[in-house]
């Protein structure tokens, strides 16, 4: 049995990233303001920073008697709440409409009721009495979410509970031999891999949102984290799972493969809630590697870091993490960089000189990448030589551990950027999506390239860049990150819009409408054009047979009849930003 100590459960902040008392800053960093304004064309920046908490009205609590009587005698007192600050922090996820109406102090829509699990029979009971007494359950990890599939809302108006799965923490059980470990789905990622670290192992998976997010979160959204080159996405890792339904629980074996038919285990992986509560999954492990290294490498252009992370796949000598950033990320890394010694100064001077004058390095064009090893001796060593060997072959030049050490100290930092940005009235997000090999630049070009017109069509100037981070034997993922002024009273219209052409672009042009955001609320629009009609008609059949009255997290991945409206995009608003066509 692994340690199952009772963790510090602590939730973000209910306007931004992070807990309360943690912040971006750019004190230590005096290139990073400078840079983004200019490239934005911020001449006066005027500050929105988000309103006091006491100035946030939440919609009036409905009521559903019956139910909550029903839990009542299931579960203890304090496994409930109604408070204001408890609903606000469930009200929405972190995407940016989000955050750009909780900032506001505009809270559309809350949960009823939150509701604290501490066991599988807890979530059967609320389960059952949601299905009984027609109560709306939405399942919450760590409320990271940036596709809305937290959102609490329902067509129906129906009462709405929060499931907050955090209670469900433990570790229960790691089979050394088979390398596999059960757990329960509202882990967080520090203390599931404290966990799981005191008996030797690593689950391996470590998103951006590690710290704040669940194990049933990633398993219902289909997570990839940043080691995903040697561990795979979340869908790689489970084995078993365990998912109470309105029509039962659904259990798979725990077996390292079956041929039993539809493949039940990857229904639920995926699911967004819609289906049921993932409530225990059996994941596979990993010893601790023996050895660990970052560095960083800087390539000629964003080509030819294709090529060469190609043929590393090809060659099966892959580091741990390959995160290749474009040039556009690649001079916003370059930003980030904290202060200096004079003599750090004087030797980046240096360094700067020979790849210059010596490589011919064109540093308008230049991409860095960043890459992680880790091992046993033999492997890590075969894999640095290897992989090295490859990259230098395609013009890469190593820049040591320093820029590689950087990117690991601040690497779950990232998502506290937007905040920052929000502060100061600029629009920041993300749209990141996968394709082949063969189809990988054309994509990357065309979106690029769509992002910058959409963003200009709004009359301000685009930053947009771009970076690879997840690899595979037949393509890659895009993850393409884009911001710009925001135009006052119209900063939402701007923002779809934008989201729009991103969106728009990976599916016309080979791409998914998402790698690994999930769908959500945010990219309804798209999933029938991405499924099929008849894909989506089989996913309509399976919500309809487990959840006949649609009490589960109502709204996602399945589209209502007028998707883009429902989305709040306008043709109004689409033909004012296109008055230039």
Not at 166 to 173: D, I, S
Not at 237 to 252: H, W, Y
Not at 253 to 262: A, D, L, Q, W, Y
Request: glycine share 8%; aromatic share 8%; charged share 25%.
């Amino acid at each position: 049995m692994a340690n199952s100590s009772e963790p510090k459960i602590r939730h973000m902040k209910w306007w931004g990233w992070g807990h309360e008392d943690v912040s971006f800053s750019d004190a230590d960093k005096p290139k990073l303001w400078p840079y983004l304004s200019g490239e934005l064309g911020l001449e006066q920046v005027e500050p929105t920073p988000p309103v006091k908490f006491d100035d946030v009205h939440l919609p009036a609590a409905k009521e559903n008697a019956p139910f909550v009587a029903a839990l009542r005698e299931a579960l203890a007192d304090d496994q409930f709440s109604v408070d204001k600050k408890d609903r606000l922090i469930h009200a929405a996820g972190k995407a940016f409409r989000d955050l750009f109406r909780l900032r506001r102090g505009q809270v559309d829509f809350a949960p009823d009721l939150i509701v604290y699990p501490a066991s599988e029979a807890d979530v059967v009971a609320v389960v059952k009495a949601a299905h009984e007494h027609n109560a709306v359950l939405i399942p919450f990890g760590g409320g990271t979410n940036i596709a809305g599939c937290i959102e609490p809302k329902d067509r129906d108006g129906r009462f709405i509970v929060s499931l907050d799965m955090c209670r469900m923490h433990r570790v229960l059980a790691v089979d050394k031999k088979s390398l596999l470990a059960r757990m329960e789905a509202g882990v967080y990622g520090p203390h599931m891999e404290e966990q799981l670290e005191a008996e030797g192992v690593t689950l391996g998976h470590f998103p951006d949102s590690f710290v704040h997010s669940t194990l049933g979160g990633w398993v219902a959204t289909r997570s990839a984290g940043m080691q995903s080159d040697k561990y795979g996405k979340i869908e790689d890792m489970v084995i078993a799972l365990r998912m109470v339904t309105p029509s039962g629980t659904i259990v798979t074996r725990t077996v390292p493969n079956t041929s039993n038919g539809i493949d039940v285990r990857s229904l639920c992986v995926g699911s967004e809630g819609i289906l049921g509560v993932i409530t225990e999954v059996t994941m596979q492990v990993h010893r601790l590697p023996e050895y660990k290294l970052f560095e960083g490498w800087l390539f000629p252009d964003f080509e030819s870091g294709i090529h060469a992370i190609h043929e590393c796949v090809r060659h099966g000598t892959m580091p741990v993490i390959t995160r290749l950033n474009d040039p556009g990320k690649t001079a916003l890394s370059a930003a980030f960089k904290k202060v200096e010694s004079p003599l750090k100064q004087k030797i980046g001077a240096v360094m700067k000189w020979y790849l210059r004058n010596i490589k011919g390095i064109d540093f308008t064009k230049c991409c860095m990448m960043t890459t992680a090893y880790e091992g046993d001796y033999d492997t890590f060593h075969m894999q640095r030589r290897e992989s090295n060997r490859v990259f230098r072959k395609h013009g890469g030049v190593n820049l040591g551990e320093g820029p590689g050490n950087s990117f690991k100290e601040a690497k779950y930092d990232f998502p506290h950027v937007r905040d920052y940005l929000m502060d100061r009235g600029v629009m920041g997000d993300v749209s990141e999506t996968s394709t082949t090999w063969e189809n990988l630049h054309n994509l990357y070009t065309k979106t690029l390239a769509n992002i910058q017109k959409a963003i200009r069509d709004t009359g301000v100037d685009p930053w947009v860049g771009c970076h690879i981070s997840h690899n595979y034997h037949t393509g890659a993922s895009l993850y393409f990150t884009f911001g710009c002024r925001q135009i006052k009273g119209r900063e939402m219209d701007q923002y779809l819009y934008i989201k729009k052409a991103a969106e728009d672009s990976f599916l016309q042009n080979g791409g998914t409408v998402s790698h690994h955001h999930a769908i959500g609320t945010e990219h309804l629009p798209w999933i029938e054009a991405d499924l099929s009609p008849t894909g989506l008609k089989a996913v309509r059949a399976i919500k309809d047979g487990l959840d006949p009255k649609s009490v589960m997290n109502p709204g996602k991945i399945l589209p209502g009849p007028d998707p883009l409206r429902e989305w709040g995009l306008t043709d109004e608003a689409i033909a004012s930003f296109n008055k230039a066509d």
